[in-house]
């Protein structure tokens, strides 16, 4: 590959928009070539922020352009029901493909999509972005480091109280099918727990709905047992009037607890551009607190580095380095959220005849 990396977003929504194509933009490795959308307005909108990009209405417009030689990389960032079957098509291509997480929604399409790419040699990553929060790489320099002694439990939270419209396809959809906070924010936290302390052994959890007529879980809990003798205890809800806070992990030596969420998404909405200094930075008043009750001393948060993600995608392109994320560890995830929507299915009542 000679020039920029040809790439294609496929979805302006949340992900699209505030995520990849500002990021893919801030990368001189790349090219945003096409946004898909069929969304009138959204369209509009992409075509305002990025005028050079050609705006696309269909799956099948990119793929067909695609198959002409136009395009090099295809970013999944639809509704997450539809990652399964877009992937496939741009594996079975040859393309690079990133997945926004979910990578898939059940455990044998996840597998099916990571053996179709390594047939095609097609290059396959997936969007686990929070791999590079901040907080979270704060959290690893403190276990990794043994401030905290011998780590016993590692509480992580994802909560607020939204009172934004949801998406359709996000308040229709069956949480089995893809739908809730479980997939939605689980995601996320399993794989970050994952990352500290390894394998799981053991797993815990309540998938709760509490919006009136609601399809899928909304306030749900997970309690992984790892390997290595760590309880991880993982809350995502849209629904708390207060948030608790977004870490706290307990160690035989010490504690250390974050309140906030991580604010390079607040910042990409906000418009601010990953190239600018103040990106990924964080105030000192919102600063973790490492130590024991009276003996608290507060720990700089780590700069957040999301470039990194597309910065590491383009050396694996190129072939000079692995993916930033292996496909394969997302399956740990999807293979435990699969199993407690399972469970809970087995565990509801009939309906009376």
Known sequence: MTGPIRTAVVGYGLAGSVFHAPLITADPAYDLSFVVTGNTERAAAARERYPSTTIVASVAELLARADQGEVDLVVVASPTPTHAELALQ???RGLAAVVDKPLTVHLADAEALIARAEQTGAVLTAFQNRRWDGDFLTVRRLVESGALGEVRRFESRFEWLSAR???PWKSGTSGPDGGGVAYDLGSHLIDQAVQL???VKGVY???DAHRPGAVNDDDSFIALTHESGVRSH??????VAQRGFRFRVLGSESA????????????????????DESFGVEAAASYG?????????PVPTERGRYVTFYRQLAAAIAGEGPVPVDPRDTLTGIRI???LHAAAASRAPSPRS
């Open 165 to 167: 419209p949801r998406p």
């Open 234 to 239: 993982l809350a995502m809800s849209s629904l």
């Open 256 to 275: 250390f607890t974050k309140w906030g969420l991580d604010g390079q998404e607040g910042q990409l909405a906000s418009g601010l551009s990953p190239l």
């Open 205 to 207: 959890g309540e998938l």
């Open 90 to 92: 741009v594996v079975d």
């Open 337 to 339: 959220i699969e199993d």
């Open 289 to 297: 607190l490492l130590g024991r009750d009276g003996e608290t001393s």
């Open 197 to 199: 302390f390894g394998p």
